[in-house]
């Protein structure tokens, strides 16, 4: 009789899942950047379509004479299922022993804390899995935390650019090779993207990789002087000191995002990755339905799902946390990398 709370329609399939789309938890650097656009979709499957993305230039032709036939690109259409992620919970019977009087507005509200707490733990590590599936998806390899990987070259059948040599270890660089390098970089995220217009030029660099950076000759003797020599003491812009470490040389932002702790969020020892900003469309985020009979093939997907449902012998409630998403880069060819040396 106890647990008959739980058939309040506070803890309703609609209720669970409005609440913990409501947490308020701090998604992570790429969640805070806006970088991936989100959309939902009823199916647990997305299909992309392709039209070439080349320029064609026109050649001169005879006054009078036929002109060139434009070249019509082919058409492709890539499908990808959307990966599911689960979380299970449980409230046991002991758990809620000393809530009594089934009905009353207390009861419900002290068992609604306790699910509540489990809602949002679970809910973090589900954010906390979306932002290193997100990390990954700008190096065009999507990671799985179980070691499966999407490989978006292969899938949009695009070649990897190759990593460019930072050189970062040579006691004696020539000078202007730094800048020279950014400028290589810069041109051939360019000349990937065509004609589409874009912002600016974002890295996430490794630790070591960022520090060598920033204590390289050319570096400091950039801002020696500079309104903004106060980066090289503290290696920091941002709204506080947890923010990461930031600056900008070259034309490219390059923002420290090292491997934090042992959860593999950060990006590898000895690496920098590029991605351009502004670009809509580029990153995408597909949050696709609970795999829930009422709901496969007509609720819209949300970017997370809770559900509960009685154990055996009245022991407790089970709950469940989901999420149905796909991370990708739709152009990876865009996507640059570095290494230190």
């Known amino acids: 009789m106890m647990l008959d709370v739980f058939n309040n329609d506070a803890f309703s399939v609609t209720s669970l899942t409005d609440f913990i789309n409501e947490i308020k938890y701090r998604p992570g650097r790429i969640g805070e950047l806006g970088l991936f656009d989100r959309s939902?979709?009823?199916?647990?499957?997305?299909?992309?379509?392709?039209?070439?993305?080349?320029?064609?230039l026109v050649a001169p032709s005879p006054r009078g004479a036929p002109g060139e036939t434009r070249t019509t690109p082919k058409r492709s259409v890539l499908s990808l299922q959307i990966p599911h992620f689960q979380r299970d919970w449980s409230v046991m019977a002991d758990e809620v022993q000393g809530v009594r009087g089934m009905g009353e507005e207390q009861a419900v509200m002290t068992v609604q804390q306790l699910v509540d707490q489990k809602l949002a733990d679970n809910q973090a590590d589900l954010a906390v899995?979306?932002?290193?599936?997100?990390?990954s998806a700008i190096t065009g390899i999507v990671e799985y935390a179980d070691g499966t990987t999407l490989n978006l070259y292969t899938a949009f059948d695009r070649t990897a650019p190759t990593e460019v040599d930072f050189d970062l270890d040579n006691a004696t660089p020539a000078?202007?090779?730094?800048?020279?390098?950014?400028?290589?970089?810069?041109?051939?995220?360019?000349?990937?993207?065509?004609?589409?217009?874009f912002?600016?030029?974002?890295?996430?660099?490794?630790?070591?990789f960022f520090d060598d950076l920033l204590r390289h000759k050319e570096v400091r003797d950039t801002y020696k002087g500079h309104s903004e020599a106060a980066i090289l003491r503290d290696s920091y812009v941002g709204p506080n000191r947890g923010s990461n470490p930031i600056f900008q040389f070259g034309g490219i932002?390059?923002?420290?995002?090292?491997?934090?702790?042992?959860?593999?969020?950060?990006?590898?020892?000895?690496?920098?990755?590029?991605?351009?900003l502004g670009v809509t469309g580029l990153f995408r985020t597909y949050d696709g339905p609970a795999d829930y009979i009422d709901e496969v093939n007509t609720a819209p997907g949300q970017q997370f799902h809770s559900r509960q449902r009685p154990m055996e012998n009245d022991k407790g409630i089970k709950g469940e946390?989901?999420?149905?998403?796909?991370?990708?880069?739709?152009?990876?060819?865009?996507l640059m990398s570095a290494k230190r040396t």
């Open 253 to 276: 932002t390059f923002e420290n995002y090292g491997e934090v702790g042992s959860n593999g969020v950060g990006v590898a020892t000895n690496k920098c990755r590029f991605f351009p």
């Open 175 to 197: 000078d202007g090779a730094l800048r020279k390098k950014c400028t290589d970089v810069i041109r051939a995220m360019r000349s990937a993207l065509g004609a589409t217009p």
């Open 129 to 135: 899995t979306e932002e290193a599936i997100r990390l």
């Open 199 to 208: 912002q600016g030029v974002h890295s996430f660099c490794s630790d070591n």
């Open 321 to 334: 946390t989901q999420m149905n998403c796909l991370n990708i880069c739709t152009r990876p060819d865009v």
């Open 40 to 56: 939902a979709v009823t199916t647990t499957s997305i299909a992309i379509e392709r039209i070439g993305d080349t320029i064609q």
